[in-house]
């Protein structure tokens, strides 16, 4: 895919200020650090139009950037910081059960997992939650650059097992300091954002 125009819209905190022109929206869920922003970036060829943390937790918003004229990205806040109080993670839960439940213009979930880790109890309450919304998901492991090519069998596998995914989760192995794995990844998403096209 290539990207012309990409563009950061709105750290949005309520849904009226979610954008309203239904362009396809394609979510990214992941723990705090995990790599969401640096996996936007580069997707979209752009080394920082999507704010790799300094401030870990902090962000309890949703990041719009639109690309293209075509889709959005929404970058969701990650989970799963230690420091985060109880009042801000039960808001965070709200937040992001709210739009999953009720967000059309949502396409897909890339729920972002680190290669090297097996899956968080965070994580596995997001899968069952996309599950449970019956909310096409794809499985991004990244970091992928972290361990040797020889053990990247093995720990997808591991993550398989551990999330309890099927056969209609689709896995894609990227790292942002390489880019393996962004053409497939943009396929998926492609993929994602046309089957809503065709079945208007
Ligand atoms: P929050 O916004 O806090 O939830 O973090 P995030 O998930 O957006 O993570 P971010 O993209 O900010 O990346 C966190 C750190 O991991 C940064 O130091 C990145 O440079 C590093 N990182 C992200 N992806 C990769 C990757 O594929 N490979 C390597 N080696 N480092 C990565
Ligand atoms: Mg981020």
Redesign the pocket.
Known sequence: MNVTQAEFVISAVKPHQYPEDALPEIALA??????????INKLIQRKNL?R??SQ??K?QQLNYYRINEKLYFV?F??YG?AKVSKTQREQWGQMIETFLKDREPLKMVLL?IDVRHEPSKDDRLMFDWLKYYDIPTCIVI?????IPRSKWEKHIKMVRETLGADPRHRFVL????TGLGRDELWAVILEAITEQAESL
């Open positions: 992941g723990r705090s650090n995990v790599g969401k922003s640096s996996l999507a790799t943390s870990p937790g962000t970058d806040p990650g910081y972002i990244t970091k992928a650059d972290k990227f790292s942002s300091e």
